[in-house]
């Protein structure tokens, strides 16, 4: 065991290796014992580490939207309870006490070490993901709700695992209310192997090189990322800078629902302000405050250097600004299933909107701007039992000063994989019939904005299907004179007819109607010149 805590930049990046492999672990542990697509294949999942004070010290590369939402989720948890004890799991899923939505289901558990053998509690070890069904008015839970009740199963801060057994009644109360408990135990059981991951590799860590040093460098790598913030923020001009961008609609009325933005830069403080926006809404297109502070932390990290370690002092010179009752910051019981994953991509669209102005030559058009969100459910004829799938869908990338945006990829707040056409079509009586790049949907510009994806879905069996979707009214922007990208747009062939459906819609699929999802393109960058850039 080394008996200096003297930290020297090898040492500290020596920690931050550490510490983020650590998660990174967490994440592989994750997927490869859970049981849905959604995890195991898509990963969407997000895992982090924290201190004893609840502040974020490292987190992997995973789902940019829960960036600024986990450590929320790890207040509630140290507000919740007055003690926790080797083996506890804290979980929780409600939007208004730390979560996103309710799909994504949070399991937090405390990380204690051996100090002359008393267990000394050192920090957290954290997990959320998106779990396909959690109840609610409609399979896959992410219906067009008008309360969050009707949404799914509400998780306050809970002990679901205490002592390191599980709290089987809260266990059995909660499969009870899910279509698929099956598989939302093997997610769960997943979920707590991962944690216990981070447990056991955060014990060897102390006893290799002592809580002391353990400490100071975490003082240190907080410190350290929030110089880089500064200095990142510091290169931006000094002034204010206002943007405004729309939503579709919120699923119940057809009225566009406005996200104001005005991002003010002083010296190397930024601050970003939604006061414009729209009052929250009946439909679910609302967020939790979290949810639009983890916009603009994104938007942020993305101007820093890539190897900029991740942790509270990054978000420390960042104001977000989200006045209570506004589409950004809802009040319950507001529905908010689409706020995590569609008015955070708007969220993002319009911080980066904002920053154009201040760094012309650096920020790319908008992209895509949606997550294409499809569910869909009803009985499996091979078990005759229920099924749940959920998947968000790629689109255009938005062009850079410098390059074309890349085609057919997740972008922004949604940093997932799809799922692959064998893994789909062996867990769900649904068929790919067609999936394929959108060609030319990409904006034209001096840089091309990036193509949609066409992916087509034929049904086997009745099902029940939800789309939230966005773009299908207002289009990616281009930015210095590109042209925007190309609305996305759903279709629905049944008896030979074929319908143009809503952004936003739930439908009643027929064995053999085909559901076709065409998701936008990127917006362009610089005017078109004459050069043909059609070609990719």
């Not at 923020?233 to 002034?239: T, V």
């Not at 281009?478 to 952004?503: V, Y």
Request: net charge negative; charged share 20%.
């Amino acid at each position: 065991m080394s008996e200096t805590t003297h930290v020297t930049p090898i040492s500290l990046e020596i920690f931050r290796s550490a510490l983020t492999a650590i998660a990174e672990e967490m994440g592989t542990v994750l997927m490869l014992s859970s049981y849905s697509p959604n995890i195991k294949e898509r990963r969407d999942f997000s895992c982090a580490l924290f201190d004893t004070q609840g502040r974020l010290v490292a987190q992997a590369a995973h789902i940019p939207v829960h960036l600024g939402a986990m450590p929320d989720s790890v207040a509630s948890a140290l507000s919740s309870f007055d003690d926790f004890a080797p083996g506890d799991i804290i979980a929780l899923n409600d939007p208004f006490l730390g979560g996103s939505h309710l799909p994504d289901i949070t399991l937090i558990a405390p990380i204690y070490v051996e100090i002359e053998h008393e267990p000394r509690l050192v920090g957290f070890a954290a997990n959320r993901a998106h779990h396909s069904d959690v109840g609610g008015m409609s399979p896959g839970s992410m219906p067009l709700a008008n309360e969050i009740y009707q949404e799914g199963i509400i998780i306050p801060p809970v002990k679901l695992w205490e002592a390191g057994q599980p709290n089987q009644p809260l266990l059995t109360l909660l499969l009870r209310n899910v279509r698929t408990p099956h598989e939302r135990r093997g997610d769960l059981t997943a979920q707590v192997a991962a944690n216990r991951t981070a447990i056991r590799r955060m014990q060897e860590l102390v006893e290799r090189w002592s809580l002391p040093v353990l400490d100071e460098h975490v003082e240190a790598l907080i410190e350290y990322a929030r110089r880089i913030t500064h200095a990142t923020i510091g290169s931006i001009p000094d002034g204010s800078y206002s943007f405004e961008d729309y939503l579709d609609n919120d699923g119940i009325s057809d009225e566009p629902v406005k996200i104001s933005v005005e991002v003010t830069v002083d010296g190397d403080s930024l601050s970003v302000d939604f006061s414009g926006s729209s009052p929250q809404v009946r439909g679910n297109i609302n967020t939790v405050a979290a949810v639009a502070r983890s916009a603009a932390y994104y938007v942020v990290r993305c101007l820093m250097p890539d190897d900029a370690p991740m942790n509270h002092g990054t978000f420390a010179p960042v104001t977000v600004i989200a006045p209570e009752g506004t589409v950004v910051n809802a009040r319950p019981p507001a529905g908010v299933a689409q706020g995590n994953v569609e008015t955070s991509q708007r969220v993002t669209d319009a911080i980066f909107g904002a920053l154009a102005q201040a760094l012309p030559d650096v920020i790319a058009s908008a992209g895509q701007g949606t997550m294409n969100n499809i569910t869909a459910g009803g009985i499996d004829p091979r078990s005759q039992q229920p099924f749940a799938y959920y998947e968000t869908m790629g689109g255009g990338m938005g062009a850079g000063p410098r390059q074309d945006g890349l085609s057919g990829v997740h972008v922004h707040m949604s940093n997932t994989l799809n799922t692959p056409v064998e893994a789909f079509e062996y867990a769900y009586p649904m068929r790919i019939s067609r999936y394929q790049l959108r060609d030319n949907s990409g904006g034209e510009g001096q840089q091309r904005g990036g193509d949609g994806l066409v992916r087509e879905i034929t049904f086997e069996v009745p099902t029940d299907v939800t789309l939230l979707s966005e773009r299908r009214r207002f289009a990616p922007y281009g930015l210095r004179g590109g042209l925007p990208g190309q609305r996305g747009e759903n279709r629905l062939l049944h008896d030979g007819q074929e319908t143009i459906l809503p952004g936003k819609a739930r439908i009643q699929a027929a064995p053999g109607d085909r559901l076709i999802i065409a998701s936008p393109g990127g917006g362009g960058w610089g005017a078109p010149s004459s050069i043909d850039k059609t070609a990719k």
